[in-house]
């Protein structure tokens, strides 16, 4: 896997302030789908919804498998990642890398190293390529030696510290991702209870409803009777009036 193209936006003036591809991208065809793809996300992100993040995965780019990750930040800073799944490795870009690489760009503060029309001057330029480059390369380390820990001795104290707190955080995701999945469980069972009692609830108004119906239609019958025995008790009285007469 590998940063394949990285781009900064100004959301407000929909508008890129810099951008840069550390894998050269002689393709013209991806190169054209990959900019029909940012113009896609700056049409379909809204200001208003910040902060938003979110990554679409395994999606096919001139048959390249590639995620692309987007973080809108509250000034209305968009940044876009777009991550190339090569075949030679096993595991993905995990999300929080991606994004933990968004936050120290926009910590370094890249995006106020503009010129007038608002794109990246030279040294935004030069810091940008500087920080993704430096980013990928201790990922890979970091991945090296989390896939080797007899290496972990060798490495230099940065990196072991790195791979520790890189498996610290592995952990502290796995134990969230649970709780996550606890908790739609449980919204799930509440969801049930709540149509469970709905259905218990229209039962018991369609048995009221026909109750009432029946009685109604009981007393409509009654009324029928009634008034069909007065009606021959009359007929009756003058038939019996006119034989005497």
Do not use: H, W
Request: net charge positive; aromatic share 8%; hydrophobic share 40%.
């Amino acid at each position: 896997m590998s940063i394949l193209y990285i781009c900064i936006v100004d959301q407000n003036k929909k508008s890129i302030i810099g951008s840069y591809n550390p894998i050269e991208i002689e393709n013209s065809s991806l190169k054209n789908q990959i900019e029909n793809k940012i113009r896609e996300l700056m049409n379909k992100i809204k200001v208003e919804n910040a902060p938003e993040k979110d990554v679409s995965n395994f999606q096919t780019l001139s048959d390249k498998k590639i995620d692309i990750y987007y973080n809108l930040l509250n000034k209305g800073i968009l940044y876009i990642v777009f991550v190339e799944i090569l075949s030679i490795y096993l595991e993905n870009f995990k999300e929080e890398t991606i994004f933990d690489l968004i936050e120290q760009l926009e910590t370094q503060g890249i995006k106020l190293n503009v010129d007038k029309y608002g794109k990246l001057t030279n040294v935004g330029k030069q810091n940008l390529k500087f920080s993704v480059e430096k980013y990928q390369n201790t990922f890979f380390a970091k991945k090296e030696l989390i896939n080797n820990p007899s290496l972990i001795e060798e490495a230099p104290q940065d990196n072991k510290i790195a791979v520790i707190n890189e498996q610290i955080r592995g952990v502290s995701n796995d134990m969230k991702n649970n709780v996550k999945n606890m908790i739609t469980n449980i919204q799930d069972i509440n969801e049930i209870e709540n149509k469970s009692v709905a259905i218990k609830d229209t039962s018991f108004k369609f048995r009221r409803d026909s109750l009432a119906l029946e009685k109604k239609m009981k007393k409509n019958a009654m009324r029928n009777k009634i008034l069909l025995v007065v009606a021959v008790v009359v007929l009756l009285s003058l038939i019996i009036y006119y034989m005497v007469k």
